[in-house]
């Protein structure tokens, strides 16, 4: 029988490659594995200039919550209950969500920048979505916010809505930050 220390040792020379983790979508399932996905594309900053889908009977640009969303985005602020009027903006939004999860948008209004992870949530049109805003206009919105974005097959749209908040102890201040959006393909 090893010793303790001979284990551990074993474990530290293993190569840190070895503990890599991969989130592939292999045969229309998602696997998790320790080698990169096969033909694994790298999502980019979406630029809102993707082709709309038009024509779609078979409702096929709807049929997963991945891919590119677009549409108007409302960017909300409370600070101890009051609404933040410098913080409040409309504007189009432009989100990217790679099969593998990795998420990517801007919002052009609010001078937004995302990125972030999605993960299932629910069931197969619901996306769990942890995401960090930089480079905003009104600073309060660069920070880590989480939320969901919800597909609707049926009626053609998905909605998104992320959530920021503050808490100070005591009542101090407390900051409630809230983005939600209509998105189509």
Not at 32 to 60: H, L, M, Q, W, Y
Request: hydrophobic share 35%; proline share 7%; aromatic share 8%.
């Amino acid at each position: 029988m090893k010793s303790l220390n001979t284990i551990w040792l074993s474990l530290l020379l293993v190569s840190p490659s070895a503990w890599a983790q991969y989130r592939c979508v292999e045969n229309g399932k998602t696997v998790f594995t320790d080698r990169p996905c096969v033909a694994e594309a790298k999502p980019e900053v979406p630029t809102g200039n993707a082709p709309k889908v038009i024509g779609d009977s078979a409702n096929t640009a709807y049929g997963t919550p991945y891919g590119d969303w677009r549409g108007d985005a409302q960017f909300q602020a409370k600070i101890n209950g009051a609404v933040v009027q410098d913080a409040h903006t409309v504007g189009p939004m432009t989100i990217s969500i790679s099969p593998q999860g990795k998420v990517l948008g801007i919002d052009e209004q609010s001078k937004c920048r995302l990125k972030g992870v999605a993960s299932p949530f629910v069931g197969p049109n619901s996306l769990s979505l942890d995401v960090t805003f930089s480079g905003c206009q009104y600073p309060g919105y660069n920070k880590r916010m989480n939320g969901h974005l919800n597909l609707s097959p049926t009626q053609r749209v998905a909605m998104l809505t992320l959530h920021g908040f503050i808490v100070a102890p005591f009542g101090t201040k407390n900051e409630i930050y809230d983005i939600r959006a209509t998105m189509r393909r």
